[in-house]
């Protein structure tokens, strides 16, 4: 069966140029941050899948001119555009929504811009790691970068073992291959 999603990689310095509300990014950001989150993303990712804690940040496309909605450590959930990955190597997800789908997608979206970036998120995701996903907690009120990009993608049916709000990049990039 083929999947209802495809991936392209683009290196740095070359620029997706088709969009569709509702496709994803995974990409890196911070030195430090982005450092700590693939160290963590590799207590679980090991051997074979450790290409899946490569990424360190996720970013959710908004419109068909490239607009993005991401959760910044320091300005929360906050619209940006593509064009600031272009020095940067990232896969774009296409997920194929629907026109209905989409707009459910971009109903959340504009939705919870403005919430606080999701640092009890971060250290949940950690506790899961360390406990093998044997334990998650989510919290109301904020978001991080791959929470927002997991919720939604529930609003078109996409389905996850564990709690949106609380899975990694690696975990995103695992379930899109």
């Known amino acids: 069966m083929t999947p209802?999603?495809?991936?392209?990689?683009?290196?740095?310095?070359?620029?997706?140029?088709?969009?569709?509300?509702?496709?994803?990014?995974?990409?890196?950001?911070?030195?430090?941050?982005?450092?700590?989150?693939?160290?963590?993303?590799?207590?679980?990712?090991?051997?074979?899948?450790?290409?899946?804690?490569?990424?360190?940040?996720?970013?959710?496309?908004t419109s068909v001119q490239g607009d993005l909605?991401?959760?910044?450590?320091r300005t929360g959930v906050t619209r940006t555009h593509i064009s600031k990955y272009a020095a940067i190597e990232y896969t774009l997800i296409r997920v194929h929504a629907t026109p209905a789908d989409q707009a459910e997608m971009m109903d959340y979206i504009?939705?919870?811009?403005?919430?606080?970036?999701?640092?009890?998120?971060?250290?949940?995701?950690?506790?899961?790691?360390?406990?093998?996903?044997?334990?998650?907690?989510?919290f109301s009120r904020s978001v991080n970068c791959s929470g927002l990009a997991a919720c939604m993608l529930t609003r078109m049916g996409a389905y996850f073992k564990g709690m949106p709000e609380t899975m990694l990049p690696a975990d995103l990039a695992f379930c899109y291959g």
């Open 4 to 61: 209802a999603w495809s991936v392209r990689s683009f290196p740095a310095g070359v620029e997706a140029n088709v969009f569709e509300p509702g496709d994803i990014i995974l990409t890196h950001r911070g030195p430090f941050v982005g450092a700590l989150i693939r160290l963590g993303q590799r207590l679980r990712y090991r051997g074979a899948l450790r290409c899946y804690a490569f990424w360190n940040h996720v970013a959710v496309i």
């Open 69 to 73: 909605a991401e959760a910044l450590v």
């Open 110 to 138: 504009n939705h919870v811009v403005g919430e606080d970036y999701g640092f009890v998120q971060d250290l949940t995701g950690l506790l899961g790691l360390i406990t093998f996903g044997w334990v998650s907690v989510g």
